[in-house]
């Protein structure tokens, strides 16, 4: 079965500076995705970043990108220039596109910004 | 473009009493998920349709959890009856399973507490 793990339960970063959420997940696919949601306290949880494993390029939405290691299985958000806007629970997420779209989520990452 | 609608936002119940949630997913979405969110952890799948048909409930706890979605559209999640342990939020989602794979999109969720 898939898992998906993030290690850190809460991060802090000063506004402006650059942050890095870790995730790692384990599947035994060879074609899938991988997700970074964010939700907001009190507000819809929304897709930020979504990364093919079949591209080799990392994703790239303005100031969030990935650094999907495939081999390792790995996937990290970076964020930069963070923004107050930005403190959210972020979650990690596997989709399997053979599965009809199965979604599977880790426990989450709270991002607090420091002003 | 209407969003993903939930009701009641807010639900507090006896053990051993029965809830129901209620989903209206983006019109024309094909997929519609319900996920048990415990407060602290991240959302867990507990049914997915595919228009009418149930496409993934392994973790719905069948003894008292029921859902349907009739006609395709609009879903049902039903505890009967509640426990403790049901205490969460009941995030429901869709999506457009041909297009964007994986891009969820969020209802505002059902809080529940169970006294």
């Known amino acids: 079965a898939q898992t998906v793990t993030q290690s850190q339960p809460e991060m802090s970063v000063q506004e402006a500076e650059t942050v890095t959420l870790s995730c790692t997940y384990d599947?035994?696919?060879?074609?899938?995705?991988l997700f970074w949601y964010k939700q907001p306290p009190s507000r819809q949880m929304i897709l930020v970043i979504r990364?093919?494993?079949?591209?080799?390029q990392n994703a790239t939405e303005n100031r969030f990108s990935v650094n999907f290691q495939k081999a390792a299985k790995s996937f990290s958000l970076k964020i930069s220039d963070s923004q107050l806007g930005d403190a959210a629970m972020y979650f990690c997420?596997?989709?399997?596109?053979?599965?009809?779209?199965?979604?599977?989520f880790g426990k989450g990452t709270r991002l607090h910004i420091l002003p | 473009e209407a969003g993903v609608a939930q009701s009641p936002r807010y639900k507090i119940i006896e053990k051993r009493q029965s809830v129901a949630f209620w989903c209206n997913p983006i019109?024309?979405?094909?997929?519609l998920y319900w996920y048990q969110q415990i407060l602290g952890q991240g959302p867990k799948l507990l049914i997915q349709?595919?228009?009418?048909?149930?496409?993934?409930d392994s973790q719905l706890p069948k003894d008292r959890f029921s859902a349907e979605r009739l006609k395709g559209v609009d879903s049902t999640l039903k505890i009967q009856p509640a426990k403790l342990e049901d205490s969460a939020v009941y995030l429901c989602?869709?999506?457009?399973?041909?297009?964007?794979?994986?891009?969820?999109?969020f209802g505002e969720g059902s809080r529940l507490t169970v006294l």
């Open positions: 989602a869709s999506s457009l399973i041909s297009w964007n794979p994986g891009e969820l999109f």
């Open positions: 599947t035994s696919e060879s074609d899938y995705y």
């Open positions: 019109s024309g979405h094909a997929t």
């Open positions: 349709f595919q228009n009418n048909g149930v496409v993934d």
């Open positions: 990364q093919e494993a079949y591209k080799q």
């Open positions: 997420a596997y989709g399997d596109p053979n599965r009809d779209d199965k979604i599977i």
